[in-house]
Antibody, heavy 119, light 106 residues
């Protein structure tokens, strides 16, 4: 049973950096799936942030690309998200998920974690 | 950038059929995935690659895709189908979600 769990600070100051980790269990992060981040602002729709392979290859949402860094830690079976220069517009529930490759869907998701940007 | 447009809301009488549209330029040439999201929960795939139902998803859920519109159909709607539904495609190595549709079962 594949499970994902997001972790990280629930509160980030404006202009600071949002950092989240997704811990994967029930599967190895070195399998040929894409590891994704998706967010959802309060009361709004889903927004794709980006994805990364265990090899380090990554694709990012063009609207966020200049502020996003994703990485993989194979030794811990984790992948991470960094989003810098945050504003209140980055307040959202952040989900990590495992997606099938080749233009596939996201079949396994973490429960999500709320990150609030506020001073 | 590629955009997907969905109706804000769809209402369906219990036991009847709901249809949710997802409009995009030549979407018929793409694989469309549909997600169901209930309040406070992560999205769940109900239709994969246009018409495939993942294990555990009732046969009442079906999908079609042609031209500029993809459609998710929920037959014999049940109270438990009340949720937000999102379509999603890939365009130039970017995942794009639809605007989302709130389904209400009356």
């Amino acid at each position: 049973q594949v499970q994902l769990q997001e972790s990280g600070p629930g509160l980030v100051k404006p202009s600071g950096t949002l950092s989240l980790i997704c811990t994967v269990s029930g599967d190895s992060i070195t399998t040929p799936y894409w590891w994704n981040w998706v967010r959802q602002s309060p009361g709004k729709g889903l927004e794709w942030i980006g994805e990364i392979l265990h090899s380090g290859g990554a694709n990012y949402n063009p609207s966020l690309k200049s502020r996003v860094i994703m990485s993989v830690d194979k030794s811990k079976n984790q992948f991470s998200l960094e989003l810098n220069s945050v504003t209140s517009a980055d307040t959202a529930v952040y989900y990590c998920a495992r997606w099938d490759g080749n233009n596939g869907a996201g079949h396994y998701w973490g429960p999500g974690t709320l990150v609030t940007v506020s001073s | 950038s590629y955009e997907l447009t969905q109706p804000l809301s769809v209402s369906v009488v219990l036991g009847q059929t709901a249809r949710i549209s997802c409009g995009g330029n030549n979407i018929g040439s793409k694989d469309v995935h549909w997600y169901q999201q209930k309040p406070g929960q992560a999205p769940v795939v109900v239709i994969d690659r246009g018409s495939n139902r993942p294990s555990g998803i009732p046969e009442r859920f079906s999908g079609s895709n042609s031209g500029n519109t993809a459609t998710l159909t929920i037959s014999r709607a049940q109270a438990g189908d009340e949720a937000d539904y999102y379509c999603q495609v890939w365009d130039s190595n970017t995942a794009v979600f639809g605007t989302g549709t709130k389904v209400t079962v009356l």
